[in-house]
């Protein structure tokens, strides 16, 4: 490729996209140095910058080569080329990094350990072999340790452990995989476990439960085949019904286990590493045997493998009480364990975590991955949302299942999942990280938007930050979550279905359907108000949903005028004959209804899913959020049915039904053939599949949730996007 002085120019290039912690500079450098550039590359804040000199010929190659030819976990949204000022260079350089501008960056989620490294940490003659923190340029954590952009080790917590001869070796030599790889260590230089992984084994062996230190936070271990050691590990959490997740070794131990489809097993090995929801086989576990699907995922980290080589599989859940925040450092985990004698060991390190993330949570829906708890190996990779609003806005989520979103041009940064902001631990680190992912991607808000509801610790945060401030109803910022992953124009019909939402008229919402297009909604329909028992103890205790709803047919429920009343004569009447059935205090409930103390209207669709569940006698009450619901839908699932079965795959059926009509007599009035579906409720594979079955049938085109979850977790994604529409539509 040599050229004379004449023909040749100075271009700069700048990417954007996930270009940071991938491997890409030295990726940049390895291409270069094939193909005979000369130039530079660095990090410039969150971009990767690169200057070369040669014929325009010639770079269009070089970028071409870029494209496509990036390593696996990178991820390139946006090319920008611009000619330069002439400069000859004599070779191609890494150069040192950049602070950089105000652009918007875009930092890597962790990544877990690639085949490669797995390879040589089980090969005896190599010099990493058994080295639990093994990774390359293209695996191993990222976010989780980053304190500062760009992604170099020295604004990582990898400065704590200064390179060794042999890593540096390496990290400086352009033909090699771990050329400037940022995680790079080993047995002389890198982090050590606290406790050898035998030592660990065998307590786990010997039914005992111990703790161990993952990429994002503690988790708390045991064998779920071993009955008392799983009942330990709940009295532990405080967690009496609610299923573990399960780490197995590998895909083929995962096939031991459970069903899994060719789509599944490359979500599942990703390099996110999510948890997966996956129907299991039978099994003599009784953990396994919980409910119908069993989150099931792979190891992340070198030091994992080794654990599940000698034992497996096992659960890995993080380590906190119920609907508290996961433990990050050691000091917090000294402390938890002093107050649970019942944990026997810690397998620690001394790699700090700059920010604790949960394991993410997915599922296969339609035949497209799903995200139901968006977090570890997702977070905080940016969402493309196609606006005409360049500014800034904090969208601070829901109360329940919390992320939040920070956006910046068109990327909506969607923060990690935080769970319930009821406690003071969990609203004190939303707090912080909020604070530290707008320092980090160098967002300073104009706007904040938050919900309509007055009581929500994240309503009031909004309100202190001294912005201006815009409220959006709840499911209509869960339409919009929809509308924004797709970039659907014009009407839309939003199909919102959860627990509860606090409505425009004052009452809870939750069985609603909303014409949305752009920034605004009008609610068209809804399911029909039943005067529902209220408080916190009505929403775990399904047999209150279901004796409002009783009291309410019996008080001509059908009879009404507004809303979709749907037919519970079969529900009904199977309930009043059934031997079993004992409330005992639905005289009193009965008492309060008439009496219209301490209740709501509520149209919600997610309070009758339990009261369904109740009325059949399949669950009455929740032991974990969502259980009458999950088990009514497992009942629906049964192969062989008891005639409560029946009726429960009928009222899925009737549901399905019922969402088709009103959409269909929607079109006929508006013309809208969009279909949005979110919701917490959407969340029941049954429904979800039967919906969209019969929905693109008569010719609707019905879209979904994907990259965030269909329950609260996207609500953040909602209230953006409507923040970023009527900006747009004021300007």
Known sequence: MTTNKETRETQKIKLWGIVQGVGFRPFVAKIADRMNMKGKVLNIGGLVEITVTDTPKNIDDFVGAIETEKPAPAEIVHIKRSKEAFQDFEDFTISDSHHGDDEAAMIPADLAVCPHCLSEMRD?????????????????????????????????TMEDFPMCQFCQREYTDLHDRRYHAQTISCHHCGPMLSMPVEEAAALLLDGEVIAFKSMGGYNLVCDPQNDQAVEKLRKIKKREQKPFAIMFRDLKQIRQYCYISETEEKLIASSARPILLLEHRPSKSKEIQKSRFIGSFLPSMGAQYLLLERISPLIFTSANLSDMPMVKDDEEMERMLRREPLIKGVVSNKRRIQVRADDSVARVIDGQPQMIRRSKGYAPVPLYVNTGFDGQILAVGGQLKNS????????VYMSQYFGDMDSVENQKIYEENTERMARLFRVRPQLAVCDLHPLYYTTAYAKKLGLPLLKVQHHHAHTASVMAEHDLRGKVIGVSFDGTGYGTDGAIWGGEFLLCEGGSFQRVDHLRYVKMLGGDSSMKEGWKSAVSYLYAWEHGYQARGEGIALDLSQIIAFAKKRQDRCWPGEALARKALEAGINTIESSSMGRLFDGVAALLGIKERNDYEGQCAIMLEDAAAAPRKSEAHELARRFHDQVARMILDTCVRIRKETGAFQVALSGGVFQNKILMEESLALLRENGFEPYYNISVSPNDGGIALGQAYIAMKRKEEEE
């Open 124 to 156: 005896p003659a190599n010099p990493r072999y058994r080295h639990p923190f093994i990774s390359c340029m293209v695996c191993g954590p990222r976010y989780t340790i980053i304190d500062r952009i760009p992604y170099d080790r020295e604004n990582t």
């Open 404 to 411: 939040f979103a920070l956006t910046k041009g068109p990327f």
